[in-house]
């Protein structure tokens, strides 16, 4: 086992790092509040990034890590994370023009429960960016793949904690013609690195907070020293890089894992998920914390993160979801999940 | 040791009863979980309702008539905190003024001020307490606000952070620096400024949840008359441990019933969304509703030391921990709608968005009013000796 980047792997992240911090200023991130066509311009330079929608994981969870970090709204995450890895599942020719950067997309797979499991559920749930894409992926019972126009469709915005991130209800196609069946384990390997995606940018967001409070703590001082000299606070950001840590591990365990179609890769997605939602939270929380009167303010970028981390957590499973499957995994392994 | 009250006291709250059901207009009745407007306005009924309470004399009924109250007795006065918290009702929407300048000025203040008492406490005049600058938090001594006394005046320079209303307030009760050349916590006063003197700016700050309940106030060159000096020169620090001090033994019941409160609720929602059957959720539930009830027994305890006279170190675990507990009680809110928890939509979400809304406010909690931190050095060095580092 080898974490080392190649050093491939380390310019992706350098320019992914370099991109978002010119491209995906605070500022944008609040325009997109009242104005999602504020995130446009931010959208003009990832498309010539969408050719990770098909390459390995390990590279997606690592731009996506600083999409995470930046609170990147628009498009990018539901195009490359979510649509074009099941049009991949699905043998869908539109893969090409995702990759060119030409077209976007989202999924609608979540049914009335919330969860990203087939269902043959009517409305379907929590589909990232519906209104400002090309085209939408509807996962069905089977396992099938409908991939539709977004125009036209009947949809409903939903609103979250998370502005950066736009939600939606929307009704099945009229038009069922256009289902076509999906291999389950391919599917079931989508979700997983849409979920382990998804992990990637908790853990960029996670990192925002960590680095943040690191640095706030060694800054402020009350009491004619760092805060960051008490021991209280010393132990918390420890515990919370702690979390952090142990959470970036595990995403890169999982996105290796689903690159190299290891057989524990179900369960390593398991836990990617539940400890990147479980570190974001915290690494919130304690940040909060740590940033007193000054973090509670509006005006702080602080509870960008926070909101991020806590929406990030319910998306594609929350921690608790995501732990009962592990369960399953540990007491019933005669069972599918 | 007793489990009930007596007759006389079970006959006072059956008359708090009969007022609040005649009463109470229904705004103050819609459960809140927290004290606060979301605008930071302050609405009409709130000042109207803080006014009937006090002409009616249950604003503060440990105080006499004309200062709202009834001369109640310590234990009346925990039976009227008590039922108010049970019902869910709150007295004001911003306790600056009848809890911390009111009572500050009646204890402090010059006769004229102490004139202005029954104003602060009736809510007539809305006051806000200037003590945070963006220098001084948790260490409020080393604030710097500068108040130089020129004639018969102070000129104020300086600015104040987080302070709460101050957009709407008529008058700061602020924390100032009138010598710098003595050690810090024997060079600070405290000054009454009308905040619509020349040379005052409020600029609001929102919250987290986008409310603009607190702001930022910079003073330039404010002229402040020396009469509106409370207190003597430089001993403002005492003033600071000045409150409520008739009603310290039963604060803590507002932080214990709205822990209360929301384990019934998150007992409501369980239920809702079908996890009443899951071991998990019960057991988390049932261990929340064993830490409010053993917090609420702890405030019943320190307040028997309370009535008689003593002071109550069981008190200064009850705001560290009731606001980490209702902190901890609203996440689990969140995580018992699994993806659902983070809605927000009033038309899609539980209870029109209350948990995440309510989640977001409970962060203050355990910064605002002295942070959790300081809440356990506090315990640690005063309640248990241990040695400070
Ligand atoms: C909603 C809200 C309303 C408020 N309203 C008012 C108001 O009306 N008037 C007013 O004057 N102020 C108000 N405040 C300000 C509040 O009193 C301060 O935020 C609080 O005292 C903490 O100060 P700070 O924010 O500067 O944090 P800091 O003091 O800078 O603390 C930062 C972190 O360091 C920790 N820390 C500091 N010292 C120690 C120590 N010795 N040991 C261990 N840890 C330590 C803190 O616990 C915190 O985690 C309000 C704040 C909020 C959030």
Redesign the pocket.
């Known amino acids: 086992m080898d974490f080392t980047l190649t050093e491939e792997q380390e310019m992706l992240r350098q320019a992914a790092r370099s991109l978002f911090t010119r491209e995906c200023p605070s500022s944008l991130v609040r325009a997109h509040m009242d104005d999602p066509a504020a995130a446009d311009p931010l959208w003009k330079h990832l498309r010539e990034w969408t050719a990770l929608a098909a390459g390995d994981t390990v590279d997606l969870c690592l731009f996506l890590e600083e999409a995470g970090a930046a609170v990147a709204p628009g498009p990018f995450f539901a195009t490359t994370a979510l649509f074009g890895p099941v049009l991949a599942a699905a043998g869908h020719t539109a893969l090409e023009s995702v990759q060119a950067g030409e077209l976007t997309g989202t999924v609608a797979m979540a049914g009335a429960d919330g969860a990203w499991t087939a269902n043959g559920d009517p409305v379907k749930t929590f589909v990232p960016e519906l209104d400002r894409v090309d085209q939408v992926a509807f996962v069905g019972e089977g396992p099938t793949v409908a991939v539709v126009p977004a125009q036209g469709l009947a949809w409903r915005p939903v609103a979250t904690l998370d502005s950066t991130r736009r939600l939606f209800e929307v009704e099945g196609p009229a038009d069922r013609s256009a289902a076509v069946p999906v291999a389950a384990q391919a599917l079931a390997d989508a979700v997983g690195r849409a979920t382990v995606a998804v992990a990637a940018e908790l853990v960029g967001a996670g990192r925002w907070l960590l680095d943040a409070t690191v640095a706030y703590a060694k800054e ?1 001082t ?2 004619g020293r760092p ?1 960051g000299s ?1 021991q ?2 010393q132990f918390e950001i420890t515990d919370m890089a702690l979390a952090w840590e142990r959470a970036a591990a595990a995403v890169a365990y999982a996105a290796m894992a689903l690159d190299a179609a290891d057989p524990d890769r179900r369960t390593a997605v398991h836990v990617a998920k539940a400890q990147a939602g479980e570190a974001a939270r915290r690494c919130a929380r304690v940040g909060m ?6 973090g ?1 303010t509006w005006e702080h970028d602080l509870h960008l993160r926070l909101r991020r981390a806590y929406a990030g957590d319910g998306l594609l499973g929350p921690v608790t979801w995501h732990l009962d499957r592990l369960a399953e995994l540990l007491f019933d392994s005669d069972r599918e999940t | 040791m007793r489990l009930e009250w007596g007759a006389e006291e079970e006959a006072f709250r059956a008359e708090l009863i009969e007022f609040l059901a005649a009463h109470a207009p229904p705004e103050a009745r819609r459960r809140r979980d927290f004290i606060g407007s979301d605008d930071g306005s302050l609405p009409g009924w709130a000042r109207a309702w803080q006014a009937t309470l006090f002409d009616h004399g249950w604003m503060v009924p440990g105080y006499p008539p004309e200062l709202g109250g009834r001369n109640a007795t310590p234990v009346q006065t925990l039976v009227y905190l008590e039922e108010l918290a049970r019902q869910g009702i709150p007295r004001s929407l911003h306790f ?1 003024g009848y809890a911390i300048v009111g009572p500050s000025l009646l204890e402090f203040g010059s006769e004229a001020q102490r004139a202005m008492a029954p104003a602060a406490i009736r809510g007539d005049t809305v006051w ?5 600058e963006p220098d001084a ?3 409020l001594a080393s604030l710097s606000t500068r108040a130089e006394l020129d004639g018969d005046s102070f000129v104020v320079n300086g600015q ?1 952070v ?3 209303y101050a957009m709407v307030a008529e008058k700061c009760f602020c924390y100032v620096r009138t010598n710098p050349d003595v050690p810090k916590h024997k060079g600070i006063s405290v000054v009454i400024i009308d905040l619509d003197s020349p040379g005052v700016e409020v600029r609001p700050l929102r ?1 987290v949840t986008g409310a603009a309940e ?1 702001a930022e106030v910079f003073f330039t060159d404010v002229v402040v008359p020396r009469g509106n000096l409370v207190g003597q020169l430089d001993d403002g620090w005492r003033i600071t441990m000045g409150s409520l001090a008739h009603e310290r033994g039963g604060i803590w019941l507002e932080g214990v019933s709205g822990c209360q409160r929301t384990v019934d609720d998150l007992v409501a929602l369980a239920h809702r969304r079908r996890l009443d059957r899951d071991l998990a959720v019960r057991r988390r539930l049932a261990a929340a509703y064993a830490e409010a009830q053993g917090l609420r027994a702890l405030g019943y305890k320190g307040f028997a030391g309370f009535a008689q006279g003593s002071s109550a170190p069981e008190h200064s675990y009850m705001k560290l921990a009731t606001s980490e507990l209702r902190q901890d009680l609203y996440e689990l809110g969140l995580d018992l709608q699994g993806p659902f928890g983070v809605v927000t939509d009033p038309e899609r979400a539980e209870e029109g968005g209350r948990w995440p809304h309510a989640f977001l406010v409970s962060l ?1 909690a355990t ?8 809440q356990r ?1 506090v315990i640690a060095t005063r309640v248990l000796g241990l040695p400070r580092g």
Do not use: P
């Open positions: 402020r009350q009491f805060i008490f209280g606070l914390q740590v940033h007193g009167g000054i509670y | 600056g806000c307490v200037g003590m945070s938090g948790s260490d104040k987080w302070t709460s919250h607190f203050a910064i605002g009013g002295g942070t959790s931190e300081i050095n």
